[in-house]
């Protein structure tokens, strides 16, 4: 079996009608699936949308509302009311569920990112499949369209999934806009790189074309590629779909959606929690010869080749690393932002002189940095 454990994330779009309210024909069809993997030897995990949808009708709401609190008042009924529809057709299939609600910061902080681990870990020991949904009750930013493409290619990261498969409104990603019939609009069966040219295909910076949502799927497989994941996006809509997008998978063949393949390196789990779960706090600008050794050579940063730092953050916090031109990584600081400023240029063996006492050679030590520069530019 190639693809044991899958994380499988479906929109509200695959699960809603055209008025916004929940299909349970759709749900019953995909929990239906979901055990056939899981009877197949497989663990599955879900992530769902839709908890928002499943409150508006019991709070009252012709359509979504416009406003946050409302929003949050309806994944605060609907995410009881989703889990439970979900746990009810999964005992019917012969199968439990368990629900669990995240925000980015159980994902940030370290000590509750690995909590998160260990516990979906054991559900899945237990021959549990978990339904993951956002936190959409508590958290602060809007609620929209993309956060549980990002939160599913985290999930699949930490839970070290074989193949993340994100069921859509649409078929894959096209090199235009779907919509337009002109013979030369295609699917895109396979991705091996996520260049520039891709990411304007899906909507983004300097591209006038994109199908709503498919930025944050590129955003997504980004993150789940990098880890070690395998990544399709596919539809959700036609029947039997996921149970078809997994036998496609597991004869290698690309006939459905659009496939993205993993990078050449997993990176570690610390790394992926590094790189994928902690916003950057500052910036390290650095030379070129020390870019080299970064991107080319896996090395330390050390303070000769830092030539500028912005913003203010301490020691422990995450930055990114820019070569002046574009970012090339993002590590853990030993010295605060201030620190860096007086030992930038010089030499390790001069910072105990510079700052009257010595921490580190390293400014950031290449065990907590990620680097993800192109090696041909250097």
Not at 92 to 115: K, W
Not at 301 to 317: A, Q, R, T
Request: hydrophobic share 35%; with cysteine.
């Amino acid at each position: 079996m190639k693809f044991k454990r899958i994380v499988v994330k479906v929109g509200s779009s695959s699960l809603t009608n055209q008025n916004g309210k929940l299909n349970f024909t759709q749900l019953d069809a995909l929990s239906r699936q979901l055990v056939d993997l899981k009877n197949q030897g497989r663990e599955m995990i879900l992530v769902s949308s839709g908890a928002v949808a499943a409150g508006m009708g019991e709070l009252g709401y012709a359509k979504k509302p416009g406003s946050i609190p409302e929003q949050q008042a309806c994944a605060a009924v609907g995410q009881g009311l989703l889990v439970g529809i979900y746990n009810k057709f999964f005992r019917e299939y012969g199968a439990n569920s368990a629900q669990i609600l995240l925000t980015s910061s159980d994902l940030e902080n370290r000590n509750r990112y690995l909590n998160a681990f260990n516990t979906l870990k054991t559900l899945i020991d237990h021959g549990v499949i978990p339904v993951i949904n956002e936190n959409d009750t508590v958290v602060t930013n809007e609620i929209k369209v993309g956060d549980n493409d990002t939160l599913a290619a985290r999930v699949a990261g930490l839970v070290e999934a074989d193949l993340l498969i994100n069921l859509s409104d649409v078929d894959g990603l096209y090199n235009g806009d779907p919509a337009d019939n002109r013979d030369n609009i295609q699917l895109i069966s396979k991705v091996e790189n996520i260049t520039t040219e891709i990411e304007k295909m899906a909507g983004g910076k300097g591209s006038a074309v994109g199908t709503g949502g498919m930025e944050t799927k590129i955003e997504a497989a980004k993150i789940a590629v990098n880890s070690g994941v395998q990544m399709i996006i596919g539809s959700g809509k036609e029947k039997n779909s996921l149970l078809k997008i997994v036998e496609m998978a597991e004869n290698s063949q690309f006939n459905l959606g659009t496939t993205f393949l993993t990078a050449e390196e997993r990176l570690s789990k610390r790394k992926q929690w590094l790189n994928f779960n902690l916003p950057p706090l500052g910036k390290i600008v650095v030379d070129r010869g020390a870019a080299e050794a970064l991107v080319k050579r896996g090395k330390s940063l050390l303070p000769g080749g830092i030539i500028e730092v912005e913003g203010e953050f301490n020691s422990g916090d995450p930055v990114t690393i820019s070569d002046g031109n574009r970012a090339i990584g993002k590590g853990i600081v030993n010295y605060n932002s201030d620190e860096i400023k007086r030992i930038k240029g010089s030499h390790s063996n001069e910072i105990e002189k510079i700052l009257g006492y010595f921490n580190k050679s390293e400014v950031i030590h290449r065990d907590n940095m990620v680097i993800g520069g192109d090696k041909n530019e250097y």
